[in-house]
């Protein structure tokens, strides 16, 4: 079944709360809507995808920020701090491992449903 | 360093030869031009992640048709065979593991520059 990520993103409004898409490779494919600053945090176990679809999002690393707009894409390595910020609203996809937790601390993650 | 698909999709104008432009977690991040048919083929240890970025891109099955257009994705699965066939010239993100021959034989396939 083919997924289209704009028709995805119409289905939620709320910010920082990770939708499911799809699988590939025992990764879950998932879209998310970001508004506002998310939390410092790091996955010390795999990369972190994100490819901006729409909007404007910036990584905030430790020693630089990256900045992103549609079409744009950036991976934080393994064990890298980062800090998500949208200072207006921005559609991202993202790809994690299955079960990855997104605030990289089980005890404070979102689920993540399938839709 | 982040990524601008566009920007280096612009780089070249050869169809069906992927160039790597990221890595995640042991997998590279690729953009590709496709027009016309490429070649039945199937990847038996990996799943194939395919994005529309630019155009309309088909995804022939043995038993029915994908069509994919700018913000659509669809994953092959593993040992699916499958042929992309471009009507008009598309622009595609492709993920897959390092080293997963294009073609799905290492005696066909094409190098994978990074740019």
Not at 9 to 16: R, W
Not at 27 to 32: A, E, G, K
Not at 73 to 82: A, C, D, N
Not at 83 to 110: S, W
Request: charged share 25%; hydrophobic share 40%; net charge negative.
């Amino acid at each position: 079944m083919k997924v289209n990520l704009a028709a995805k993103l119409s289905t939620f409004t709320d910010t920082y709360h990770p939708r499911i898409v799809g699988a590939f490779n025992d990764h879950d494919i998932m879209v998310v809507k970001a508004e506002g600053p998310f939390v410092w945090h790091k996955h010390d176990e795999t990369d972190d995808l994100f490819l901006v679809l729409q909007g404007r999002l910036t990584i905030q690393l430790r020693d630089q920020d990256i900045e992103l707009g549609p079409g744009e894409l950036f991976v934080v390595p393994r064990g890298v701090e980062h800090c998500p910020i949208a200072h207006e609203e921005a559609h991202v996809l993202l790809i994690e491992p299955r079960d990855t937790p997104n605030t990289g601390d089980p005890a404070t993650a979102v689920s993540k449903p399938q839709i």
